[in-house]
């Protein structure tokens, strides 16, 4: 009988025990909610390499949709709000916001990144790496490679975007490649920087072979010191590279 009293009173007190722990934490946690935003931090990860968009620009985004946190209620802070406010600037690429225990709330962003400069008779306008368009800021920088002539979106998008990118993997080219110009889909120079000369690729179809044999063409010419200089490279037939003064 003793031992049974004792058990109960074990068990008894272990339930309160844990009763009085989840107060603890109920009561810590809506404590928590209830203060409000003291400190927002935000983190642009890219902003070494492109400066698109300026804390000050988030912020005041943020303010005149009234979700910018400092001030409000921790619990009434909405973290998915916030993000989707962010995803509408047209220059931010990802966002993400978490709420910390400060209570101060985190938010981190990257930029679009530019990949090609579309130049038509009739409008200019930036495909970037997720090959969507983009508007041209005021603040670019630096020009990525640039394409004009007859180009249409879609052409953009896809095919000379599958191109650059393959271009940007070769050291070789992405150092000497400066623009591209469309005369028709199946008719595509390739400007070379400094006095080199053009390259007349045709159509994109089988560009890495094309390349590749202008290539070793460029590899045994440095064995030719006399070699006239050629205004232009046509690669368009196969298994020949033609110049032409």
Known sequence: MKRLIIRILTLTAAVVACIYLLGVVVWGSHRHNDRTVQQVTVCIEDIQDRQFVSEQDLVSLLRRRNIYPIGHVMD???????EKALLQHPMIRTAECYKLSSPCVYIRV??????LYVKTAAETY????DRKRMNVPDNLSSIPMRITGHVGERMAREDLADFVCWLYRQ??????IASIHVHSPKSITLYQKGDEPRILLGELNGYTEKLHRLRVWYNNASDYPDMPHYTELDVQFRSQVIGRK
């Open 76 to 82: 009434s802070v909405r973290p998915h709000d916030i």
């Open 171 to 176: 050291p070789f080219w992405r150092e000497r």
């Open 126 to 129: 930036l495909i970037d790496t």
């Open 110 to 115: 990257t930029q679009r990144v530019p990949l």
